[in-house]
């Protein structure tokens, strides 16, 4: 025990660093464990969507959205999800998926729909991204030029 000490104290930094590492880790492992939505990969996402009808999310801004998105995807932006959340209110009982550009902004947007009373939230894991690197369909709206 007195090695142990004496080796934190000449070693600070590496035993700071285990440390955080350490935090990190079980930070991780019990917010997966607490969460009450699940991720889906993209394919298993495709998979969902061709067994029942699956409402998408999608939470990036409208720039982002207008780039590429999921066909039939509803775009309501995380930064105007609480103003905008009563939109959804007639997808409540079915299976809800939520996307943004890599899997960041989901989560708080699954959070939020869990405590409003959504029943099936699924995040898309990797988010569009990972949805584009498989090259599964997307659409690309043009913006709309204001005259």
Known sequence: MDQMIEFARNHWILFSALGLTVYLLLHDLFETLMRKYATLSPVRAVELMNTADVTVIDVREPAE???????????????????RIHELESYKNGPVLVSCESGTRSPKVCNRLIKEGFQNVYLLKGGIQAWEDLHLPIRRSKPKHRK
């Open 65 to 83: 959205y207008i780039g590429s998105h999921i066909e039939n995807s509803i775009n309501v932006p995380s930064t105007k999800f609480d103003q």
